[in-house]
């Protein structure tokens, strides 16, 4: 999504505008912009450009600008075609106004259409633009002071962490925030306020998080905020241990592979990091020992590839815990009935900790005054600073836009915690938690080993040949089903494929009627023998039709090779729940080499951000 980033103090602020949205650029990259006071005639000046933020880089080696307080831009579209044009700041009508915004203002046709009416002028087609005019709307008649901000906060609905910057107050900043996250790094005698303390990690280690619906004004010295109400409200400055270590790709032609690569320590780590917490453990999950032994339901919610890893934790977890999970996409909760249910430990499954849909279902259950529990990779995230308690993956920061090691390593947190739950339950001995941990990191080796074993047919022979379908169909059964949704999303997301994923045995009642010769059907097995079966002859339907199959089998499954044009065997031993793990190594490289191969812009999709902080 969107970043915004806002600089006051004592130095020149380019430099920290564009390392900030350098370091989160991730969150968007159709668009850039960048304006700050010009130190001498204390004049606003800007540059924007389309596309990456190199770009504005360019222009801004072309024609430098500068000053002591800026604001910077990096932009996910959502209101308006990525352009010029539509780059953020935007102004009011006679440009001595900017904003930067990451959100949606739900009314914004309609705060246009009245300030059309009162005269402005707007330039863009975003819903951005109607902040900047609103300020002037005010600012005409009333005095820049917390009350009229506060008249003009309450009047935009939606999500926003907006940055102000107002050439007639040079020493302020204005940030808003209602839900989208926004922050300030307090400094010595300077101000960094951004969508994410990344930005600011390094520079300092103290971080004001503005509370949902409030504003602030950020001199260089110190800030005062306020409620959306206009209370005074108190400025809780907090410590972040937070390091923004310059991320390269260690070699590798992209971060994807990189990311693929660390899979295996990444997992490694997790594991050592959940089974440090020892005793910690319930505390830092916001539960007592006693309601996880009487716990009677897990539900787990979150969006796209994070809400592949609860399909596939719902079968650790009833297998495991022997009680029923409920899977939820948090996009759709909110619209659903909701049961409140006491012995139920909801788990807020995501990457980023910061996406809208997931934060939003975790509000709404929080008002419920239930177990509500954040797994995230991002320990200063919102969805922890929200949930009553939390896990961390220790995936360390994931660069590419498609998940890898964040989604391997929310499956190990599960898995462990699928155990540790079982034994908290009496269902199982410490030394099955030992087991356990010792087949994850055998899994984690084995997904590295069964991915090298294939990695060089697939560069000369596989890539090539199915390089050139654009449609392709996934399928799976039980547990290897959700691994089938997690194939098709990433073949569609990085190699731009049109996939489609269903449960094998759901194929004779619709979908069927796809296969011919022109669809790859690419068929996850199952190590359990019955399912396996089942599996073997939904191949043999597809294969009756003329289907290419590329199967992704286990030692000792000839059959469902046999029906294969292409074979992927992965070996070695692991309980059958880690299967998944075990296979997710190949298959993700097969995706990035066939998106090679399609010459897509791997790390960086178009269309996409790496934290979805809009709903
Ligand atoms: C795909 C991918 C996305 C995210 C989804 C949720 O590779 O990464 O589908 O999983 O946007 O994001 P998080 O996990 O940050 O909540």
Redesign the pocket.
Known sequence: MCTVVGYIGKSLCRSYIFEGLARLEYRGYDSAGFACLEPDSQKLLYTKASGQLSQLVERLEKNPIDGFLGIGHTRWSTHGNFSERNAHPHFDCVKSISVVHNGIIENHDELKKQLIKEGHTFESDTDTEVISHLFESFLAEKKFNYQTVSEIVQMLDGMYACIIMLQKFPDTLVAIRKKSPLCVGVGDGEMFIASDVIAFAGKTDKVFFLPDESFAFVDKHGIKAYSFAGTEIPVKIEKTNVSFDNIDKGGHEHFMLKEIYEQKNAIAKTVASLRSLGAGLWDQLGVTAEQVAHLKEISLL??????HAARIAQFFFESICNIPVSVHLASEFRHQVFFPAKHTLYIF???????AD?LEALRLINEHDLLTVAL?NVATSTVVREAKGFVQTQAGPEVA???TK??STQLAALYWLAHRIALEKKLIDKAALVQAEEDLLRAAELMEKNLEKYRDVIDTQYAPQYASYDNAMFLGRHISYPLAMESA??IK?VAYVFAVSYPAGELKHGSLALVDTTVPIYVFSHPDPMIYQKIVSNAHEVKARGGHIIAFAYEGQHELCELAETVFVISGAFPPLLGTLATLGVMQYFVYAVAKKRGCPIDKPRN?A???TVE
């Open positions: 979150a969006c796209g590839t994070s809400w499954i995501s990457q980023s900790g910061e996406t997931v995230t836009v498609a998940s964040a989604f999303l990433k997301e996409l790496k934290s979805v």
